[in-house]
């Protein structure tokens, strides 16, 4: 994947930057808040290369990328002011919609920045429980000491991890969040537990754990998000910034003890027994329930909603039941999907199925499984769920549980072991893997018809490419830019505009049109790349003097005009203009040949990419 050309047909396809209220992905996503979602066009972005497939659910255009979604989320952050800031949570505006996805999209921001790192630990103490019952460590030593501690300090001290993210998600201050989350864990608070006859100013109350608590940071920093509004506009500007928090844990610790926590320890408790009444009295209900339509959950961006389940489960009942027929419905799809790789002809089918199968069965990451292959075949999802469905029934009638917040997966297993009926665990397991694959692989599919190859270079290959600019030819060593200097992003030249318009040097299709208009890159019908970059980080400019006549995808004429730029006015803002033109693929195009020298006019010979088979020819 080109992730910079995925960032920029994504970016294009949502509506631009400016359409964008806030963007932050999680393990496969790019979860996007669109001010106007008319504005977006789907069936662009869906045709961005990376892209495996889009989702509007819970409030936000999620676009599929599968496990590469950092990188191309880095590179939005490269071409735009979207990114860091919105990765942990933030949101410039309210999502819209109803309250139910309203619901979803808050609940995501919170837990998104979280999520791994509550998985990696849950993991880790997953198998640190694995090893004390292998008999591999004891429970006496000190290096157990330190490993639990590891594994167990983050789920323990949950409630000061999303003090951060609810800030951000709220805008209230972080800091002033984060004292209100040590007050709620602070040791002496936590040895008051349970002891009757507890005051405050005469105030009788209740004192609940709030160990790995969820909902009553998440309201109180809500709460907290408006007194600091009010606040901040009433204080006099000389003791606002110190009184302001002063008064806003004063108030609201005392608030969560009084009132929030043990309501929502009531709450809390009683759906954690509501679950336990489910399991206990009709477990085949609720894990074929959870195996089977989890992964429809998933695909509505839904499963964010159970998520607070999880560990509103594990703070009442120190386990979690839920989770068990979960990984039936993760490794039924990736066993559905595994049956599509053994029975596939299609060779680009294969290639999908292959590492789609690995990442599902180790990693529990379905999204590609599920968005590239199962779901547009229809049959293979349709397995995965009868298979997680009667597998879940199993593992939900053997009570099987875990003992810490694990993303179900092949590799966090051991959070299972020793909890439950083993051999339901087993038997339900291998149903879940069992059925959809043989399913799959023995029933089959509609498999889509081969594409042909494309034909491979050859002398006729080669592309004269036109100068896009009036201005002068420069060698392409001389341009201050390292990258572009040494050839690190392709051979080519470079020229010094003498007029601000930017012509197509070739009939192309735009492979990415970068919003901030600094680049433009081309694919010739041959398969030859080029990129065109005006000026030297001009990217931060954010599309300041940049005006684009262009769209990703668009199909263009060689002369066609692809975008206007202010040349004196970028110069006056510190930027270089030299602009490279640089051939990407070298390895299709390996030779650049008849390279103009001194003044051009766009439309101009400028060089010739030679292709693979021509050099071979020449050689």
Request: charged fraction near 10%; proline fraction near 6%; charge should be negative.
């Amino acid at each position: 994947m080109d992730y910079s050309k995925t960032a920029a047909g994504v970016l294009q396809g949502v509506g631009g930057e400016e359409n964008v209220s806030s963007l932050v992905h999680c393990a496969t996503r790019l979860r996007f808040v669109l001010k106007d979602e008319s504005k977006a066009d789907t069936a662009a972005v869906k045709a961005t290369p990376g892209v495996v497939t889009v989702a509007q659910a819970g409030g936000q255009y999620q676009v599929v990328i599968g496990n590469d979604v950092p990188d191309v989320f880095a590179e939005i952050g490269k071409i735009s002011k979207l990114g860091a800031a919105s990765a942990d949570g933030a949101a410039t505006d309210a999502p819209k919609g109803n309250l139910f996805n309203r619901f979803i999209s808050m609940i995501s921001s919170i837990f998104t920045p979280v999520l791994w790192a509550l998985a990696g630990t849950g993991l880790l103490k997953a198998f640190l429980a694995a090893a004390v019952t292998f008999n591999w460590i004891t429970t006496d030593t000190t290096t157990y000491a330190v490993l639990n501690a590891l594994s167990d300090a983050f789920i323990n001290f949950l409630p000061i991890a999303l003090s951060i993210t609810a800030a951000r998600y709220f805008k209230a201050n972080e800091w002033t969040s984060l004292a209100i989350a040590g007050a709620l864990v602070y040791p002496t608070m936590a040895g008051l537990v349970g002891q009757p006859g507890l005051t405050f100013f005469g105030i009788p109350f209740t004192m609940v754990s709030y160990v790995s608590s969820v909902i009553p940071i998440i309201v109180v920093v809500w709460l907290q998000s408006h007194a600091e509004k009010f606040l901040y506009h009433v204080l006099p500007g000389a003791v606002k910034r110190f009184m302001t928090p002063m008064i806003v844990v004063l108030f609201a610790v005392p608030l969560v003890f009084v009132v929030i926590g043990p309501i929502s320890d009531l709450l809390g408790g009683g759906l954690g027994k509501g679950i336990g009444w489910v399991f206990d009295n009709a477990p085949w209900a609720g894990g074929a329930i959870m195996g089977g339509l989890w992964q429809v959950f998933v695909i509505f961006g839904l499963h964010w909603g159970l998520v607070p389940l999880f560990t509103l489960e594990f703070q009442t009942t120190g386990q979690i039941l839920l989770v068990g027929p979960v990984f039936a419905a993760v490794l039924a799809q990736a066993a559905a999907v595994a049956g599509v790789w053994v029975r596939a002809r299609n060779k680009n089918l294969k290639s999908l199925a292959a590492p789609a199968t690995l990442s599902g069965f180790l990693a529990g990451i379905t999204e590609p499984a599920i968005y590239g292959i199962n779901l547009p075949l229809k049959r293979p999802f349709a397995f995965g769920i009868v298979g997680g469905a009667i597998g879940g029934a199993i593992i939900g009638i053997g009570g099987v549980f875990a003992k810490a917040f694990v993303v179900p997966s092949g590799l966090a297993l051991p959070a299972l072991f020793g909890n439950g009926n083993m051999i339901m665990l087993i038997i339900g397991l291998g149903v879940a893997i069992v059925v959809p694959f043989l399913l799959t692989a023995i029933v089959g599919f509609v498999e889509p018809a081969e594409e042909a190859a494309p034909a491979p270079a050859s002398a006729e290959n080669d592309l004269v490419v036109l100068s896009p600019l009036d201005g002068t030819v420069v060698d392409l060593s001389e341009t201050p830019d390292a990258a572009f200097a040494e050839g690190a992003l392709g051979d080519g030249v470079a020229i010094l505009p003498r007029s601000g318009a930017l012509y197509a040097p070739f009939d192309a299709t735009i492979a990415a049109a970068f919003p901030t208009g600094h680049a433009i890159g081309l694919r010739h019908a041959d398969g030859a790349e080029v990129l065109i970059h005006i000026g030297i980080d001009t990217v931060k400019l954010a599309g300041q003097h940049f005006d684009v006549k262009v769209t990703t995808g668009q199909q263009v004429k060689a002369g066609d005009l692809l975008l206007e730029f202010d040349g004196d006015a970028i110069e006056k803002a510190g930027y270089d203009l030299t602009t490279p033109i640089v051939v990407t693929n070298g390895e299709l195009y390996p030779a650049i040949t008849d390279r103009a020298s001194g003044p051009v006019s766009h439309g101009e010979p400028l060089f010739t990419a030679v292709s693979v088979e021509s050099a071979a020819v020449t050689a």
